[in-house]
């Protein structure tokens, strides 16, 4: 089985551009999240789905941040525009949703705004 | 709210030791589950054991053991027989499964390092 893949692996943009995160779950994983780790904020809960809608979007920072899931198989995160405070590394997470509540990272984007 | 707290930011432990892995936590909640993750160089994130807060056995991955103290709201991780590959972040986590939700929080990491 073929775990969580995201892609880009790292991202290197200039501020004010548009970046495109994308995350393929694992298949048959109900769940889908977005997280964001820095140094100083650690790990943080970005947006959560259930069945491609969105549960908990509480985490996105702001308006410049919006996250999609057209699909079972696929999930974006936009920033638009980015500035260099959002960089970071971003982890894609899926979870099947049967209860034992396991959550399964892909490798993570690492985003560098200049 | 959760909250979870892991009080050692660094560790470091001889190659073949044991080391334990402090994390305490914050809930009014009676189900819950509990979840140390590790996090090599590499940066993915690797889970390592989960604890149900209803069971009173303390789980045990190979190598990996909890010690969980549910009164104490203590879920310490217990790394037997070290070896330089466990060098990592390791992070602890909660969910609370009252409610519906599937939001882990997670602690701000314990950075262990083995030594040859």
């Known amino acids: 089985d073929a775990g969580v893949i995201q892609s880009p692996r790292h991202e290197v943009t200039e501020m004010g551009q548009e970046v495109t995160l994308r995350c393929k779950p694992i298949?048959?994983?109900?769940?889908l999240f977005w997280y964001r780790q820095t140094m100083m904020r650690g790990l943080e809960l970005l947006i959560y789905?259930?069945?491609?809608?969105?549960?908990?979007d509480s985490g996105m920072p702001e308006d410049r941040f919006s996250a999609k899931m057209p699909n079972a198989s696929f999930s974006t995160l936009k920033i638009q525009p980015s500035e260099p405070r959002d960089s970071a590394v971003y982890f894609c997470?899926?979870?099947?949703?049967?209860?034992?509540?396991?959550?399964?990272f892909g490798p993570g984007t690492r985003l560098t705004v200049t | 709210a959760q909250t979870v707290t892991q009080s050692q930011p660094e560790m470091s432990v001889q190659e073949a030791e044991t080391v334990t892995l402090s994390c305490t936590y914050d809930t009014s909640e009676n189900n819950y589950y509990l979840f140390w993750y590790k996090q090599p160089p590499s940066r993915q994130m690797i889970l390592v054991i989960r604890q149900e807060a209803y069971k009173q056995q303390n789980a045990t991955e190979n190598r990996f053991s909890v010690n969980f103290q549910k009164a104490a709201k203590s879920f310490s991780l217990k790394i037997s027989d070290s070896q330089l590959g466990d060098t990592a972040m390791y992070f602890c986590a909660s969910v609370c499964s009252q409610g519906g939700s599937e939001k882990l929080v997670f602690g701000k990491g314990t950075k262990l390092t083995v030594n040859p």
């Open positions: 997470a899926s979870s099947s949703g049967t209860g034992n509540y396991e959550q399964y």
């Open positions: 298949s048959g994983h109900d769940y």
């Open positions: 789905f259930n069945n491609n809608v969105p549960i908990d």
